[in-house]
């Protein structure tokens, strides 16, 4: 995300929103008929392959995909380098996952194509932060002056780390309830501070919600914990159930990168708060947008004009 | 004076390169990094922990018949920002050099993450920090992002 700058993302953003028909199949807009997408996913993903896939070919685009890394030239010892050289020839456009961080900033120093980063080791996942930020542009209109409580698993949640970047960029006021075990990094709570963010933390995410505009929650993982009583204990504070909402904003929402396990109660689906699945849904239209912008596409002022029907 | 009595420790070199104003114990991994060690020929005097009016205590090393260069200097940024150079020529100082930190160290110093894509041997990846700031002196990886503690990153030195 530091590669963009505020008014970039806003741009971007904008393209998403006019895109939203495309990405729903209610318009066909072949805007990127005949350029190919190389998937590269070194680690398992089913929502962000997927989403990269299903936006390449919405807008009239291919997909190659490494497939299965244990059938690929990489169980064979190849670097990453030559994987890259050789997709790079194949493709106009990468997106790519890996366990180690750095990976995708190493790709694109020895890359012609740009190449989008779907999550490095516990590093940036910025086409995440991306349709987090359409999400609540989306609800709000606005990404400035927002109080946004991030919960749960703040300490090894990436998407938690670049959402905090990007939303102090924008203004926003943020809390972040957590176990202190899985407390926000100090660096990158110190690094925001530096940045001009007001923070709070806290380990009370109920007596934080009422005045929020966006709730984010995450999933704390057993592992993180000692035993199970410990985490039964630290987590039980972490779940939202329908009931819990009686005194928030009404246009609050609650967002979840998903996949969810119990910090959200099913009762939250059906209240006006939940919007994680349309959240996983712009997914798609987010990256559409940012495809568009990295291959130089211009998304059209009127779409609805431009596009066809099916 | 404390300075003129430390450098009486050894003797004057004829020809070659003093490096003064090494912090104290760091002499060897200078050595280390230019690549100085038991294998060449040149005669190499060190003395470490002498009083200094500045430092404290430094380390001092002077090399014999050989002139070191300002990309060698260089390379010694992060373990010897201050250091003081001086090109020895007939007994007289003949030139005196400045190390100078860029806006990048490159091939000096691995990063210090454990999962970092360079920690990867076989990538032929060149490995590249960023100063994000002087003072404190502040270092990133260019690749993965993460702000790097000096004393472990030293360690680090290719």
């Known amino acids: ?310 | 004076m404390s300075n003129e009595h430390s450098m009486r420790r050894v003797t004057a070199i004829r020809n070659g390169t003093v490096i003064d104003h090494i912090p104290s114990g760091q002499a060897l991994r200078v050595l280390e990094m230019l690549g100085i060690g038991g294998k060449s020929s040149v005669p190499v005097s060190l003395v470490m922990n002498v009083p200094s009016k500045k430092m404290g205590a430094k380390d001092i090393i002077k090399v014999e018949d050989r002139e070191l260069t300002q990309t060698e200097l260089d390379r010694l940024a992060l373990v010897a920002p201050d250091a003081h150079v001086a090109i020895i020529r007939a007994y007289s100082v003949a030139e005196k050099l400045t190390i100078n930190l860029g806006s990048e160290v490159s091939n000096v110093v691995r990063c210090t993450f454990s999962n970092c894509i360079t920690t990867n041997h076989r990538e032929p990846l060149p490995h590249r920090l960023k100063v994000i700031s002087r003072a404190p002196l502040h270092i990133r990886c260019h690749y993965c992002g993460r702000p790097q503690d000096l004393d472990e990153l030293i360690k680090n030195v290719l």
């Open chain 1, 1 to 310: 995300m530091d590669d963009l700058t505020n008014e970039q993302i806003i741009n971007i953003l904008d393209d998403a929103t006019r895109l939203l028909p495309v990405a729903k199949g209610e318009l066909y807009l072949p805007l990127l008929q005949g350029r190919i997408l190389g998937n590269l996913f070194f680690e398992p993903s089913t929502r962000t392959r997927m989403s990269f896939e299903t936006a390449m070919k919405r807008l009239g685009g291919n997909v190659v995909n490494l497939g299965d890394v244990k059938n690929s030239s990489v169980v064979k010892g190849e670097t990453l380098f030559d994987t890259i050289q050789m997709v790079d020839g194949y493709t106009d456009i990468i997106a790519m996952r890996h366990p180690r961080q750095g990976a995708a900033q190493y790709a694109q120093d020895s890359a012609r194509v740009p190449i989008m980063n779907g999550g490095d080791g516990a590093g940036h996942h910025p086409t995440q932060t991306m349709l987090d930020l359409f999400t609540i542009r989306q609800a709000h209109g606005t990404l400035e002056g927002l109080k946004v409580v991030l919960a749960g698993d703040l300490r090894y949640g990436r998407t938690v780390h670049s959402l905090s970047h990007a939303l102090t960029r924008f203004g926003s006021e943020l809390v972040f309830a957590s176990p202190k075990l899985l407390k926000m990094p100090e660096e990158i709570v110190s690094d925001l501070r530096e940045h001009g963010a007001s923070v709070v933390e806290t380990e009370d995410l109920l007596g934080s919600i009422n005045d929020a505009d966006v709730v984010y929650m995450t999933r704390i993982q057993k592992e993180r914990f000692a035993d199970e009583d410990e985490y039964a204990r630290c987590a039980g504070a972490y779940k939202l159930h329908a009931d819990h909402l009686s005194e928030v904003k009404s246009e609050m929402i609650i967002m979840h990168p998903l996949p969810r396990v119990d910090e959200i109660h099913a009762s939250v689906d059906s209240t006006r708060h939940a919007c994680y699945f349309n959240q996983a849904f712009n997914g798609v239209v987010a990256r559409m947008a940012l495809i568009c912008y990295l291959l130089g596409v211009t998304v059209p002022a009127d779409v609805e004009s431009e596009g066809g029907a099916f």
